[in-house]
Nanobody, 115 residues
Framework: QVQLVESGGGLVQAGGSLRLSCAAS???????MGWYRQAPGKQRELVAG???????NYADSVKGRFTISRDNAKRTVYLQMNSLKPEDTAVYYC??????????WGQGTQVTVSS
C-alpha cells in the first residue's frame, strides 16, 4: 500500500519561508516527484517537479523563489519556498508517479501567506 505523508505547511507572513516535506512508503519504484497546489476557486496546478535523474521544472510564478529537491534513499521530496507572496496561498499536494505511470497523492497541506 502506497502512502504519502506531507508536513511543513502553515501560516507565514509575506516574504517569509516554509519548507514542505513528503515521505513516500510502500512497495513501488518512484519516477517523478512533484508538488501541486490548488487555491480556492482555481484548478490544481503544478508548482515544481523533479525526475528520477534530478531534472527539475517550475511554474513561472515560483521560479527563483521555490526549490524542489529529493532524497531517494529516504524516498522524500522537499519544497523550499522563499519570498512567499499572498498569491502562494493554497493547499499544496505531493505527487509521486511510478514507472508504470500510476499517480499517488498526498493528503494536502495548507499554506497561508498573510500580507
Amino acid at each position: 500500500q502506497v502512502q504519502l505523508v506531507e508536513s511543513g505547511g502553515g501560516l507565514v507572513q509575506a516574504g517569509g519561508s516554509l519548507r514542505l516535506s513528503c515521505a513516500a512508503s510502500g512497495t513501488f519504484s518512484i519516477s517523478f516527484m512533484g508538488w501541486y497546489r490548488q487555491a480556492p476557486g482555481k484548478q490544481r496546478e503544478l508548482v515544481a517537479g523533479i525526475s528520477s535523474g534530478g531534472t527539475t521544472n517550475y511554474a513561472d510564478s515560483v521560479k527563483g523563489r521555490f526549490t524542489i529537491s529529493r532524497d531517494n534513499a529516504k524516498r522524500t521530496v522537499y519544497l523550499q519556498m522563499n519570498s512567499l507572496k499572498p498569491e502562494d496561498t493554497a493547499v499544496y499536494y505531493c505527487n509521486v508517479r511510478d514507472y508504470y505511470g500510476e499517480d499517488y497523492w498526498g493528503q494536502g497541506t495548507q499554506v497561508t501567506v498573510s500580507s
